[in-house]
């Protein structure tokens, strides 16, 4: 039987702070989370660059390319939209049974994505 995932608690198109690593104190917006993983990419952090061989008929091009690699979520501390300071966030089902993510810092309701294509 498969693992049970946790719900991250970090969303595509929140703005992050890396708390450690190379990278330590620089923002960004998450591209995308793999919560089977517990990784993210986030814009412009944790660049790494990858080296590609010419494809058959030109379909890849050769060269070196910068490209942002996955950082575990342990690592990404969401920021506070009001404070602009990190915070964690916590899950807060309201009156009529909608979930919604709240800053533990203010308080403030945060971006929560629809799911959809």
């Avoid at 342990?74 to 916590?90: E, Y």
Wanted: net charge positive; charged share 35%.
């Amino acid at each position: 039987m498969p693992e049970a995932v946790a719900k991250p608690k970090i969303v595509k198109g929140d703005t992050v702070v890396l708390r450690r690593g190379r990278d330590k104190g620089k923002r960004g917006t998450v591209k995308h989370v793999f919560p089977k993983d517990g990784t993210a990419t986030v814009e412009g952090l944790n660049v790494v660059k990858r080296h590609s061989k010419q494809g058959t008929d030109g379909a890849k091009s050769a060269g070196i390319f910068e490209k942002e690699a996955p950082i575990p979520l342990s690592a990404l501390m969401v920021i506070d939209p009001k404070t602009n300071l990190p915070t964690r966030t916590r899950r807060v089902r309201k009156d009529n049974g909608d979930v919604v993510r709240v800053s533990v810092r203010s308080g403030e309701d945060l971006f929560v994505p629809t799911k959809g294509r």
